[in-house]
């Protein structure tokens, strides 16, 4: 294939010849016919045999070779292959740009190996190149562009990005659908960044400015960041031209059509902040972070850097306060502008006398800090106070006066609130009976000292902070906020009984309290009084009505009881007061337990049903270990006894109680003779929430046949060793 390439070349230079021989021949015949010579004709006709000799070489180096071995087992060889068609193709278009020859560079852009596809997506790249060629590949494009497309998706990243570069060529004949297109957009999302700097300048060719206005990119800082650091190299001065971009927001609407909508403008102002940022700092986003620019700087970048951060300082000193004026009520542009400041080189506003500019600054940031509680737009506010605030730059005392007055007027304000607040509470307060004006004594600060060291280490149940107004108001007086007190009581108990493991002497008696003794007592009471309550006897439509309110009074019962019991086990109370617990505990043990003998008319504890369980088990080893030869009558066994079982049980709910039932336990006892197929038979049911018997004999037929099982492989085992 190389010498096929370079007798193109001689083929190229013959043909020169011929045409350069062909316009000497037309002077020669224009000339007097005395003076004509053939010397001119025999030069053409020799150049011409050459040519056609040159030719005859190369279709028969072509046929030879590339047709036998562009499908060569080995990869280098078909790389080989497809470079020098390739070649061939973009040094002689006249001859080699046809389908004939296309198709093959078409055919091996499936190749499995990477490197035969990349030569072939670099050969079609020096074709599309060409303008004047670009026209001879209609068929061929029609043909293999889906693939083509398909191809920056490929696993390798080499291959992907002469590909997409492939697509730019390509997208300059308006040869690509919008679907392609929109496949293509989102590879600027990929983390391989040579790939999302290809996509990004595909992007930026077409409809750059369409895909920024109606596409939702905005709704996710990552992604519009992926996308602007993928533009970057190829819109820098487009991106980092904040002026055009401030005028854009400054611009009155006016009624203009060509106006930015709401949407716009805030998409804007992310644009406006993330170029700031690039700019500045040159980070990149999540995902990109082997790119060069978060190593070492050079000169040459490092100057640029403060180029920009010089640009950006100069521009927005003036123009900020201005769009913070305008957007002031909105808090999504406003979170974005305040985030600008921290980029100014400071030292602009005092070495270019620019402190007037700084005071509007100051002036609409703190307009914005009285208007808006938005949480991300004070902390931009006070992100702002933080960097203007810096004690090594000269414009420090004039923020900090600023800053200063601001605070003095919430703190004014905030007391204000507070006194109207605590005036009225205790008015309520003093309504309520029993109620006293603890004012007097100061314990809000105390208490407060508290509260506060609990937010702080995590102990505090946010259930304290949302009952605070549940608590001032009078219609959550009752049953619900007895419950609520009860269970924080516990809580608080628990958590200042709590022994520093530190030995901090500051904080143990702070933390090291316990209950007083009629402070026991009445924590008793209350347990027995609304926990351990006998229920009245209702009706059954009654009890239909009231079944859901008895389930959420159950949950509460056992919250307050889990509550109490957590007391006891950490020593905050008495241990004594556990025997309360337990006597109501066995109490109802026995009350369940005789409910169920009841319910079955059989006591399993009675000496005739132990002798009877005892009789099955005997009668159970008689059948011997060979379980083929007993499976019938075990298995009669079990289903006449399931049958005797279940005889007599009413209701079609599934909890009703078969007096027999208990019969199941002495048929377990033949459970490990069963075999598995019979074991498949018998339907196991999760019903032991209602009947125990049927639970242990499905318990049995599941452990006690395996036992059986693996005891007669271990006797035949013993057999055969014998």
Known sequence: MKLLTAVVGVHL???????????????????????????RLDQLERKRKELLEIQNMMNAIFKGTFLSRYRDVIPEIRATCMEEIGSLINTYPDTYLNDSYLKYIGWMLYDKQPEVRLKCLLGLQGIYSRRELVYKMDLFTSRFKDRIVSMPLDKDHEVAVQAMKLLMLMNYEDVLSDEDCET???????????????????????????????????????????????????????????????????????????????AQKSALTEIILATVREAAEGHPPAGRGAAKKVSILSVKEKKIQSEDCTKITEHFIMVLPQLLAKYSTDAQKVANLLQIPQYYDLDVYSMGHLEKHLDALLKEVKDIVVKHSDISVLEASSRTYYILCSEEIAIYNQVDRARTQLIDELAGQLNQLLDGFWQKVSVTHCRDKHAHDLTKWKLYDKTLRLLLFEIQ?????VLVIGMKSKMVSGSFIGFVCLIQAFVILCDWLLILSHQDSNNNEEEVGFLDYLPSTSLQEKLLLFVQEHIFVEEKEESKEEERKDENYKLDDLHKKRSLLAAYCKLIVFNVVETTAAAEIYKHYVKLFQTCAESQDSSTGVDLASASFTNMKELARRFSLTFGWDQVKSRESVAMIHKEGIEFAFQGATGTDGKSFPPNLSFLLIISEFSYK?????????????????????????????????????????????????
């Open 13 to 39: 230079n013959l043909d020169v010849n011929k045409h350069n021989a062909q316009r000497l021949y037309e002077v020669e015949k224009n000339r007097i016919s005395g003076k004509k010579t053939n010397y």
């Open 184 to 262: 293509l957009y989102r590879l600027v999302y990929t983390t391989h960044r040579p790939l999302a700097v290809a996509a990004g300048e595909f992007l930026y060719n077409r409809y750059l400015c369409l895909f920024l206005a109606y596409s939702h990119l905005f709704q996710n800082e990552v992604v519009f960041l992926l996308i602007m650091y993928s533009l970057w190299d190829w819109a820098g001065t487009f991106l980092k031209d904040w002026e055009c971009m401030t005028t854009l927001l400054l611009k009155n609407d006016g009624g203009d059509r060509e106006a930015l909508n709401d």
């Open 457 to 461: 280490h995590g102990c505090l149940s």
């Open 674 to 722: 069963l075999l598995k197929p019979d074991k498949k038979i018998i339907k196991h049911e999760d019903t032991s929430a209602f009947w125990n018997s049927l639970a242990n004999y499905s318990n049995t037929c599941q452990k006690r046949f395996c036992f059986g099982e693996e005891a007669m492989k271990q006797k035949k085992k013993n057999d055969s060793s014998c």
